[in-house]
């Protein structure tokens, strides 16, 4: 074989495929510390066998999702590497996918956002509105600029997972907000202002995943009075590739369903007092 036999050189070259392709920051940052991982317990060799490839995962103690990703990620840099020339064969190719088992969701209510934004900065509240109107991930909204932005139909293009892009729709509220805010924040900034924000209104976990949580369940629940909006058209928002994803905000509300008829119906509440 030709080409590079170092680890390091592949991992540079494979990280610079990615940017080139248009991978999100994070995507990059996010492999960069997978592949440094892997190259450390195998001694940064670039050549490594199905077992000892399959070892780096046993030893990794991880959730089952986040081996997925591993398992994902690392199938494509040997990929990657066998398509330029570097290795044989794939190590990782005949490992089974890990199917993705979906956490259950705790959405921020709507009462406790009224309560964020009564004690948030301007900048604070800007950033609520916009996640809450759209649903949208912080790191996706700390990489939208101005040239993304639709601001006469209210639109905005917005780059996801795997270099996935879709666009959503801004209410005047969030429109407002983002006119403020684009091309001035980054994931930092948001995660320390929603950290300040969980000291300031005592909402445990508040922070900016439960809004895309928050506008999840509000989307298919709909205004009172009002029919909701269809699943599939919520998985087409939130850019899930999979249905079977966005199922768990249907799972939410009817958890929320049964825990709210057991109070009502509870046969022990119904005994009376001289039981």
């Not at 960069?32 to 990794?60: I, K, N, Y």
């Not at 990703?69 to 996918?97: D, E, I, R, T």
């Not at 666009?167 to 995660?191: P, T």
Request: hydrophobic share 40%.
């Amino acid at each position: 074989m030709e080409g590079f036999t170092s680890y390091a050189d592949a991992v540079a070259d494979y990280l610079l495929t990615l940017r080139a392709a248009g991978c999100s920051d994070n995507t990059v940052r996010d492999r960069r510390r997978l592949l440094a991982r892997f190259g450390r317990f195998h001694d940064g060799r670039l050549m490594v066998t199905p077992s000892e490839a399959t070892a780096f995962l046993a030893e990794c103690r991880v959730s089952r999702n986040s081996l997925a990703q591993y398992v994902s990620g690392l199938k494509m840099f040997f990929a990657h590497c066998v398509a330029q020339g570097w290795l044989p064969a794939n190590p990782l190719a005949s490992l089974p996918k890990i199917t993705y088992r979906p956490r259950p969701v705790y959405p921020v209510t709507l009462d406790e956002v009224r309560r964020a934004l009564a004690v948030a900065t301007p900048r604070q509240a800007d950033i609520i509105m916009i996640l809450v109107g759209t649903g949208i991930r912080a790191s996706e909204l700390a990489g939208i600029r101005e040239g993304a932005v639709d601001w006469e139909r209210g639109l905005v293009r917005i780059r996801g997972k795997e270099d996935s892009e879709r666009v959503v729709a801004l209410g005047e509220r969030a429109a407002g907000a983002l006119r403020r805010q684009v091309g001035r924040l980054s994931y930092d900034i948001i995660g320390d202002d929603f950290r300040r924000l969980q000291y300031k209104t005592h909402i445990p976990g508040l922070t900016a995943h439960r809004l895309r949580h928050t506008f999840s369940v509000e989307f298919l629940r709909g205004p009172p009075g009002q029919p909701g909006g269809r699943l599939d058209l919520l998985q087409k928002l939130l850019g899930h590739q999979n249905l079977a994803t966005t199922m768990i905000y249907i799972a939410y509300d009817s958890q929320e369903e049964a825990l709210e008829a057991q109070r009502r119906l509870n046969p022990a509440d119904r005994l009376g007092d001289g039981v």
